[in-house]
């Protein structure tokens, strides 16, 4: 394989591979061959991989908020025979560990998002409400609720986030037994580091 020896060369193979482009910036780094890098490119790439793991947590918080607010005031409707509601909030229960498993995998590679573990699950609440927001409308779509019912439990879905860090954590810890979920580690942390006399 032909080595690329210009910046430009490697601006263009940013664009038409992007896997040799990382092998060949890799080895000009290597080789302290520092003014040949595409560093425009690869300092966008770095932020980008910050970015994309962030939004990876929030995604699966997000999922993690949405099922435990369903659990908590949806489930009543499980006298509707529809395969989202039985067996007790069987799937939404599932999602939970499944979404704590990759919350803890994400924090575990990148310890320093647990620093900011609640601001990154008040943005997933955001997310959270607008996908039961839709999942009630689907209700009465189906004819599982009407408008009037409808309309109350939109109505219902807090602005802010309604549970706190210790309420989170200690249904993850219920649903995975597992005691060392990452909201259990933040909760510990930040207890950990308040000043004496504090709550």
């Known amino acids: 394989m032909k080595s690329l020896t210009t910046s430009k060369d490697l601006k263009e193979l940013y664009e038409k591979d992007f896997y040799m482009w990382v092998y060949e910036n ?9 003014d040949l890098v595409d560093w425009d490119n690869l300092l966008e790439e770095i932020e980008d991989m910050g970015i994309s793991e962030r939004k990876s947590l929030r995604s699966y ?17 499980s006298r509707y025979d529809t395969d989202m509601f039985k067996e007790g909030g069987r799937g939404w229960r599932k999602s939970i560990r499944s979404a704590s498993i990759e919350v803890d995998v994400i924090v575990q590679d990148n310890p320093s998002l647990l620093q900011q573990l609640e601001d990154i699950t008040r943005d997933a609440w955001k997310i ?24 109350e439990l939109l109505r219902n879905i807090p602005e802010e986030l309604p549970y706190t860090m210790e309420e ?4 993850i810890t219920e ?25």
Not at 168 to 171: F, K, Q, W
């Open 61 to 77: 918080i997000e999922v993690i908020l949405e099922h435990m607010y369903k659990l908590d005031n949806l489930l009543p409707y």
């Open 128 to 151: 959270a409400r607008k996908e039961i927001a839709n999942f009630i409308k689907s209700l009465e779509e189906d004819g599982i609720i009407d408008s009037k019912t409808k309309r």
């Open 168 to 171: 989170i954590a200690g249904r």
């Open 26 to 34: 890799l080895r000009l780094l290597k080789e302290g061959k520092y």
């Open 175 to 199: 649903l995975t037994e597992d005691e060392n979920n990452a909201f259990a580690q933040y909760i510990r942390k930040h207890k950990k580091g308040q000043k004496p006399g504090k709550p």
